[in-house]
T-cell receptor
């Protein structure tokens, strides 16, 4: 079945860039997503990228997709303490609708 | 973006009772909603796909009689945890698809269930 993997923890200093990496196995994945979860809350969609794109930029967020290697990354520029959260990578195919999630990367931003 | 709301946000109940959690799409119609369970510091585990007007599709290992799902309208799906036990304590999250073409999902705020 589908599998999505992420590193579990990342710690950066405020003002630095953060890069969170994700790999997936399903070559038919159509959409790849990044979600943010703050403590005790649901998931907030940050951004998503269609599989025929290589890059998508949205303000401080840059998503890079290497479809050949099935590798997805999320770069957060000028990381702030408010960015501290768990970040989930997810994939879905249009027809299935349901998504497969990675285990989440806990980002800690130190002042 | 689209808004999905869950109610209640948290609930504490006694063992043996049943608890109902609601998931509403506030500004769009959702023919499909998804229910997840999340344990502390773990990822989301898909429990079932809720389909408006038809039976839910449960993932392997999820007890249908334990977790009753009803999707009676295009804006409301409910999850009822029947005869709850302490091991059912968890964070339950729902999501809904805004657009069947994009697969984009919007999530509720989650409902934390504690069974004493």
């Amino acid at each position: 079945g589908e599998d999505v993997e992420q590193s579990l923890f990342l710690s950066v200093r405020e003002g630095d860039s953060s890069v969170i990496n994700c790999t997936y196995t399903d070559s038919s994945s159509t959409y790849l997503y990044w979600y943010k979860q703050e403590p005790g809350a649901g998931l907030q969609l940050l951004t998503y990228i269609f599989s025929n794109m290589d890059m998508k930029q949205d303000q401080r967020l840059t998503v890079l997709l290497n479809k050949k290697d099935k590798h997805l990354s999320l770069r957060i520029a000028d990381t702030q303490t408010g960015d501290s959260a768990i970040y989930f990578c997810a994939e879905s195919t249009t027809n299935a609708g349901k998504s497969t999630f990675g285990d989440g990367t806990t980002l800690t931003v130190k002042p | 973006g689209a808004v999905v709301s869950q109610h209640p946000s948290w609930v504490i109940c006694k063992s043996g009772t049943s608890v109902k959690i609601e998931c509403r799409s506030l500004d769009f119609q959702a023919t499909t909603m998804f229910w997840y369970r999340q344990f502390p510091k773990q990822s989301l585990m898909l429990m079932a796909t809720s389909n408006e007007g038809s039976k839910a599709t449960y993932e392997q290992g999820v007890e249908k009689d334990k977790f009753l799902i009803n999707h009676a309208s295009l804006t409301l799906s409910t999850l009822t945890v029947t005869s709850a036990h302490p091991e059912d304590s968890s964070f339950y999250i729902c999501s809904a698809r805004l657009n069947s073409n994009t697969g984009e999902l919007f999530f509720g705020e989650g409902s934390r269930l504690t069974v004493l």
